[in-house]
């Protein structure tokens, strides 16, 4: 059981390109979220999905699209990287039942755009 | 105002002490409180829910103020294991329970 799985751990972009952060995880929770963390800040959520198909915006979702295919996966998309957009990188799911909220989060991806 | 605010800290500590750590909240609404801990260069991790009741576990005690809208966590018999980031975590209602807000963490230093 690996729970929640990102790749790649790191990234050096150049601004204006485009990659895709991969996020997987194998417990078939519903709900799978994406958040960005900026040194020293708390965790800003960029996209959350409740259910394959079924996607939305979160506090920071400019610059960046996501798709929710199947309920294992739950890519984030960055296009025209730009130097704002360089932060750790952490997918996570949940299970949403009436009494359990916990995340689980993946190892983080480390991007940096120069 | 920000929604969650944390003391940034470093709180440095010897082996054996006890210390805590306070959090406010501005959402009244909020119903789900949580302290999760994030190790350096890692991902959180879920430390513990925070009841109304308030709950221990082990040598962590949380215990939430909804008056005032403050949560609290107390370690005691400090560890140098639990040298980490310790966040704060709040739902954010009315929009939704699974919608979490972060805060930016209390760091915590546990020297021999």
């Known amino acids: 059981n690996a729970g929640v799985t990102q790749t790649p751990k790191f990234r050096i972009l150049k601004i204006g390109q485009s990659m895709t952060l991969q996020c997987t995880q194998d417990m078939n929770h519903n709900y799978m979220y994406w958040y960005r963390q900026d040194p020293g800040m708390g965790l800003k959520l960029i996209y959350y999905s409740v259910g394959a198909g079924i996607t939305d915006k979160g506090e920071v979702p400019n610059g960046y699209n996501v798709s929710r295919s199947t309920t294992e996966d739950f890519p984030l998309r960055l296009e025209l990287a730009a130097p704002s957009q360089t932060s750790v990188y952490f997918c996570?799911?949940?299970?949403?039942?009436?009494?359990?909220?916990?995340?689980?989060f993946g190892p983080g991806t480390r991007l940096t755009v120069t | 105002r920000k929604e969650v605010e944390q003391d940034p800290g470093p709180f440095n500590v010897p082996e054996g002490a006890t210390v805590a750590f306070n959090c406010t909240y501005s959402n009244s609404a909020s119903q789900s409180f949580f302290w999760y801990r994030q190790d350096c260069r890692k991902e959180p991790k879920l430390l513990m829910s925070v009841y109304s009741s308030g709950n221990e576990d082990g040598r962590f005690t949380a215990q939430l103020n909804r008056a005032s809208q403050y949560i609290s966590l107390l370690i005691r018999d400090s560890k140098l294991s639990d040298s980490a980031t310790y966040l704060c975590?709040?739902?954010?209602?009315?929009?939704?329970?699974?919608?979490?807000?972060f805060g930016s963490g209390t760091r915590l230093l546990v020297r021999p």
């Open positions: 996570a799911s949940s299970l949403n039942d009436r009494t359990d909220y916990e995340q689980y």
């Open positions: 975590v709040v739902n954010r209602l009315p929009d939704s329970s699974y919608k979490l807000i």
